[in-house]
């Protein structure tokens, strides 16, 4: 899978795209990085990619002919492709999402800076996302998200590919606790289930465990999680133990 980053600091992402999990991806050609600065598509002299706002106001504006001048520039052959915007006007980005556009063959993401776009860029965007409900100063980290994320479901990327069905959010819930040795670490012992060696008990532990840390801190998730009966059976049984049941 292809990512193109379009950027005006395009050195921002040399040292994370090089590391890990996804310095290795790029070394094995499982994913591919190109990175664009915008100001190479700007064309007067002094490289402008930015302009006040018309009607005044605070800041200046990215302007729409570099980026769009960026965008004819590297589309490529590609059928299965999407440019993306990273805004907080945008949906929000969630594992659903990643995994959606680890279908794709690639994906072109700008990155915003200043006070935000042209409005006419968003005519040659096919999806804006929002990391988060807060501003950066920029939409580098937000692109290094989106990378890390869609690229865990590229077959390959991830050592131990079952890390995907446990992770947080794959079934709409929040992960159970993980504990490693030492078994005790001042007074705080790994609970006995987990030891136990019997895997259905562990299996159940675990669900019960992602379904109460869930439900205590995410209880939206819950609503629209991919419950089985034996889930609800399990959420009935926590509820009873917070409320103080028998």
Not at 190 to 219: A, F, M
Request: aromatic share 8%; hydrophobic share 35%.
């Amino acid at each position: 899978m292809r990512f193109d980053i379009l950027s005006l600091f395009p050195g921002f992402f040399a040292s994370p795209l090089g590391e890990s999990i996804i310095g290795k991806a790029v070394k094995k050609g499982l994913i591919e990085v190109q990175l664009h600065n915008i100001r190479d598509f700007a064309a007067d002299k002094h490289r402008t990619t930015d302009d006040s706002p018309y009607g005044g106001g605070a800041g200046m504006v990215m302007k729409v002919e570099p980026i769009v001048s960026a965008l004819e520039a590297i589309k490529g052959p590609y059928e299965r492709r999407k440019v993306m915007l990273t805004t907080p006007q945008g949906i929000p980005f969630t594992q659903k999402t990643a995994k959606e556009l680890a279908e794709l063959e690639g994906i072109i993401i700008i990155c915003g800076r200043y006070e935000g776009f042209d409005e006419r860029i968003r005519a040659f965007v096919d999806i804006e996302v929002s990391i988060g409900d807060y501003i950066l100063t920029g939409g580098e980290i937000p692109a290094l998200a989106v990378i890390d994320s869609v690229a865990r479901f590229i077959p390959g990327v991830l050592g131990d590919e079952d890390s995907l069905r446990t992770d947080s959010f794959t079934r709409g819930l929040l992960e159970y606790p993980q504990y490693t040795r030492p078994e005790e670490f001042r007074g705080m012992r790994v609970p006995g289930e987990l030891l136990s060696g019997n895997h259905g008990l562990i299996d159940r532990w675990r669900r019960k465990k992602s379904l109460k840390r869930t439900l205590q801190r995410r209880p939206d998730l819950i609503e629209s999680a991919e419950l089985t009966e034996e889930d609800r059976a399990l959420l009935g049984e926590i509820k009873k133990e917070l409320s103080g049941g028998a």
